[in-house]
């Protein structure tokens, strides 16, 4: 399955919350859903998962609009933070009604899951604790093995050793069934190694879509003498810079050329890489 928006916008009511989104998902990896709070990140998961209507523009996943498209929304998994009030039966009786509905649920495989996560219990969902209930969401999202499965911050709740194991599911599962997988996280230097692309939104806008690995390259952090590092900087994007004495480091947007290197080089400036986490604080940070 592929998904396209073209000139994407959503509002409620008079508030505008996405803008202009053009953006196309068309091979099975793991992409990396970033922005700031209140940037549109699960509003634009809810189109995708079919939960809400464009306000104009168009969304398509093989050339269908998916908004009450039964064939396709059944092929799209959509994770959240749900709220599981009134949800009597165990994870083990749930999961057997989940089958009826996902076309591809895999009930041995979400059973093998409920024991690694310790959620074969006999307690109702409802009395599970946050963490294990996130799991379970977890657990549902990864069974499903739908074309295209979308976690929106299920895994928040989840203690660090549940989302180390989470983690190391997610990268089997997509070696061995791939497909589009969209993860939403403020984890973002915890998570990065699992990203194959990043799509960054910030205020309702799409800034940018790269691979992960393009992405990084073009931080780079440059450290020295403060008046060799303006010199160097000349002409740059520069994204941030702090000083302490003499000392400037700054970091630039953009990939170093060969001659770049060779001047920082030779003008004693130590060059190094920038974290994902740091390029997204710094390239959706406010102005003031």
Avoid: C, W
């Avoid at 409802?126 to 895994?155: C, H, M, W």
């Avoid at 001659?259 to 986490?277: F, M, R, Y």
Wanted: aromatic share 8%.
């Amino acid at each position: 399955m592929h998904i396209e928006a073209k000139n994407l916008h959503l509002a409620y009511g008079s508030d505008q919350i996405l803008h202009d989104i053009n953006v196309e998902i068309t091979e099975p990896k793991i992409y990396g859903l970033l922005g700031r709070n209140g940037a549109g990140k699960t509003s634009l998961l809810s189109l995708f998962g079919s939960f809400r209507e464009p306000t104009s523009g168009k969304l398509l996943m093989d050339g269908e609009e998916p908004f009450e498209n039964a064939g396709i929304m059944q092929q799209v998994t959509f994770m959240y933070n749900k709220d599981f009030t009134g949800e009597t039966d165990p994870p083990s009786s749930v999961i057997k009604h989940i089958k009826r509905y996902r076309p591809n649920f895999n009930l041995d495989y979400a059973e093998e899951l409920l024991k690694k996560f310790k959620l074969e219990e006999k307690k109702p969902l409802q009395k599970l604790s946050t963490g294990k209930q996130s799991a379970f969401n977890v657990v549902v999202g990864l069974a499903s093995r739908s074309p295209i499965t979308i976690f929106d911050e299920v895994y928040l709740g989840m203690d660090a050793p549940a989302r180390d194991l989470f983690y190391k599911e997610l990268l089997k599962e997509q070696e061995i069934h791939p497909r589009i997988m969209i993860l939403s996280t403020h984890l973002v230097s915890e998570m990065d190694y699992l990203f194959d692309e990043v799509i960054i939104i910030n205020e309702g806008n799409l800034l940018l879509h790269e691979s992960y690995d393009d992405l990084v390259s073009r931080g780079v952090t440059v450290v020295g003498n403060k008046l060799a590092v303006d010199a160097f900087a000349k002409d740059k994007e520069v994204l941030n810079e702090e000083q302490l004495g003499d000392t400037r480091s700054i970091t630039l947007y953009g990939a170093l050329s060969e001659a770049d290197k060779a001047s920082a080089k030779e003008q004693g400036l130590n060059i190094g890489p920038v974290s994902l986490q740091d390029l997204f604080i710094q390239l959706t940070k406010e102005e003031h």
